[in-house]
Antibody
Framework: QVQLVQSGAEVKRPGASMKVSCKTS????????IIWVRQAPGQGLEWMGW??????????KYAQRFQGRVAMTTDTSTNTAYLELRSLRSDDTAVYYC????????????????WGQGTLVTVSS | QSVLTQPPSVSAAPGQKVTITCSGN????????VSWYQHVPGRVPRLIIY???KRPSGIADRFSGSKSGTSATLGITGLQTGDEADYYC???????????FGGGTKLTVL
């Protein structure tokens, strides 16, 4: 069955970097794109960006507010996606999710059909 | 921050019906499709509607979706206490490789 398993919770100091992993299984990794989403305390879901592992040089697209301090990568040898966020601030405290950009046989569009369990990242001095 | 607009909360009694609206700009017009997610705090978000109005396998037919122009609606009939959750609309624009969500609607079953 399809699974996305994320790395464990982290505590970071302001100005530091975080790197969350999302190990996938149960489907051909290169065939499906991955998105990253975060949820800050008391807030809604926020789309952070997209990565397509189809090619050896993955394509990415980041939400404008994260441009310059975010990087999404993949490792096709381990079927794992990574989210790196640099220059952390206290308002980066959130649960970070990876999700698969999926489609059904009767689909015309895409949806986020499988999700990781979430990784809590706390930024505090 | 949210690219789509939802009411912050809705409520209804068990057995009743509720609708949650999702409005946006060009991101959900035309060929882009809306999906809906149920998120119980502390759990993983779950896809309940895709392609505006289709249900994944295992999702009860009490959940329905529709879209007209730049607005979409999630309907839930026969409300149960287990339906209490935050509900988010979402969309994906393949031409832009860009996605977004509504701000979420908290459903309370009184």
């Amino acid at each position: 069955q399809v699974q996305l398993v994320q790395s464990g919770a982290e505590v970071k100091r302001p100005g530091a970097s975080m790197k969350v992993s999302c190990k996938t299984s149960g489907y051909p990794f290169r065939t499906y794109d991955i998105i990253w989403v975060r949820q800050a305390p008391g807030q809604g879901l926020e789309w952070m960006g997209w990565i397509s592992p189809y090619n050896d040089n993955p394509s990415t697209k980041y939400a404008q507010r994260f441009q310059g301090r975010v990087a999404m990568t993949t490792d096709t040898s381990t079927n794992t996606a990574y989210l790196e966020l640099r220059s952390l601030r206290s308002d980066d405290t959130a649960v970070y999710y990876c999700a698969r950009l999926g489609f059904y046989l009767d689909s015309n569009g895409y949806s986020f059909d499988f999700w990781g369990q979430g990784t809590l990242v706390t930024v505090s001095s | 921050q949210s690219v789509l607009t939802q009411p912050p909360s809705v409520s209804a009694a068990p057995g009743q019906k509720v609708t949650i609206t999702c409005s946006g700009n060009s991101l959900i017009s035309g060929k882009n499709y809306v999906s809906w997610y149920q998120h119980v705090p502390g759990r993983v978000p779950r896809l309940i509607i895709y392609d505006n109005d289709k249900r994944p396998s295992g999702i009860a037919d009490r959940f329905s979706g529709s879209k007209s122009g730049t607005s979409a609606t999630l309907g839930i009939t026969g409300l149960q206490t287990g339906d209490e959750a935050d509900y988010y609309c979402g969309t994906w624009d393949s031409s832009l490789s860009f996605g977004g969500f509504g701000g979420g609607t908290k459903l309370t079953v009184l």
